[in-house]
């Protein structure tokens, strides 16, 4: 089987197991790009909204940037509900994005608490977020990695952009963001594509 391609933003680290896992056990290990494809015919669709985008760098690979709550967005929805899994996802600061107002020591904690999010929603299923999950508080200690696998696509795709706009109040660094504050940009790797979108409070 070929190897997945990998990009400069995608690191090296495997997600945790499971959800309540301590602190002093979060451990970096390596990892790869979701073994899945997107298809064609999903990514067209999304290169039919006129708000997002795809360029295609190599027969194979695509580069796709989608807006939240865009139709595209909708379309890569509607294909994770099948059996999708294991994107990798990278919480990244992109500071063109962000207000002057935003302290840049703030910055640092967003990108943890952000961090922390996937963290807590790595090992969710799809049928799991149907409930009233809540995300536990920060990890004490070393932060975890920024990049982990989410269990299931569909959770990266929906709850995870959910908690990450609007978090537990024990998440104050991104709790006291204004709404329509920009908060962090979010990397999703498959075989054949990576996927940015960005969060906003």
């Not at 680290?13 to 015919?41: C, F, G, I, N, Q």
């Not at 703030?106 to 961090?115: F, K, P, S």
């Not at 929603?121 to 009233?132: D, Q």
């Not at 200690?141 to 952009?161: D, E, Y």
Request: with cysteine.
């Amino acid at each position: 089987m070929p190897r997945a391609k990998r990009t400069a933003s995608v690191q090296t680290v495997r997600s945790p197991r499971p959800l309540m896992r301590p602190a002093d056990s979060v451990v970096e290990h390596s990892t790869r790009p979701s073994p899945m494809k997107v298809p064609k015919k999903v990514l067209l669709e999304v290169k039919a909204d006129a708000s997002c985008t795809v360029i295609q760098h190599e027969p194979e690979y695509f580069e796709v940037e989608f807006a939240v709550g865009s139709v595209g967005h909708q379309s890569l929805i509607k294909w994770s509900e099948g059996d999708v899994i294991d994107p990798l996802v990278t919480v990244q600061i992109d500071v063109a994005r962000v207000p002057p107002a935003t302290l840049a020591g703030t910055l640092a904690a967003i990108q943890t608490e952000a961090q922390c999010i996937v963290y807590h929603c790595a090992p969710l299923s799809a049928a799991g977020i149907a409930a009233a999950v809540v995300i536990p508080p920060p990890l004490l200690g070393a932060p975890p990695p920024a990049s982990v696998n989410i269990h299931h696509a569909k959770v990266a795709l929906t709850f995870l952009l959910d908690k990450l706009a609007s978090p537990p109040a024990t998440y104050p660094a991104i709790s006291a963001l204004p709404l329509g504050t920009y908060v962090c940009t979010i990397l999703y790797a498959y075989k054949n594509s990576q996927h940015r979108t960005w969060v906003y409070k």
